[in-house]
């Protein structure tokens, strides 16, 4: 739900930006301008990614940090593709490798409260009467209705 409202607000901001610009310096200007980011900003990533990939493969640091690195990427690719100026403002700052660096320092920050969620245990338990051992049936839910179901036994 929180992605689906991001995504509404951002394009509805777009689409805002694009007809103030377009009302100020023209259609064919500002078509121009969107088709001519698009196209700079295809450009720049590759290089980029070229940057990033070869750091991996020879790993200097973390090999993390350039997957992370390399999935910024991606993600400011499709901004610079989508047309916008709010999305290649975003994605040309992706771009430029300390602030790159800064979107995979927040990421690893905020990786736990994303991973975590908002889970809800429920717990059915079985004992043996022969033996000591129990089984523990889970299911974990989010609030973005994905589930995960598994069983655990334990045999002392």
Sequence with gaps: MRLF????????????????VGSLIG????LLIIIGTA???SKLLRQQWGMVIGKLQSLQGEPSQAML???????????????GFLTD????????????????AFARRNAGRVMRGNFQVY????QSSHQ????DNRTYTDDTDNVIE?????KD
Excluded: H
Excluded at 89 to 104: A, H, N, S
Excluded at 123 to 126: K, Q
Excluded at 150 to 154: A, I, P, Q, T, V
């Design 150 to 154: 598994g069983e655990f036994e334990r």
């Design 132 to 135: 000591q051992s129990y089984t």
């Design 69 to 83: 690195e390399a999935l910024v990427l991606l993600i400011c690719g499709v901004l610079l593709i989508t047309p």
């Design 27 to 30: 259609f064919w200007a500002t």
């Design 123 to 126: 717990g059915s338990f079985r």
């Design 39 to 41: 196209m700079l900003g």
């Design 5 to 20: 409202l991001l995504m509404l607000i951002v394009t509805s901001v777009e689409v805002v930006l694009i007809s103030k």
């Design 89 to 104: 403002i975003v994605g040309f700052l992706g771009l430029i490798p300390t602030v790159r660096e800064q979107f995979v």
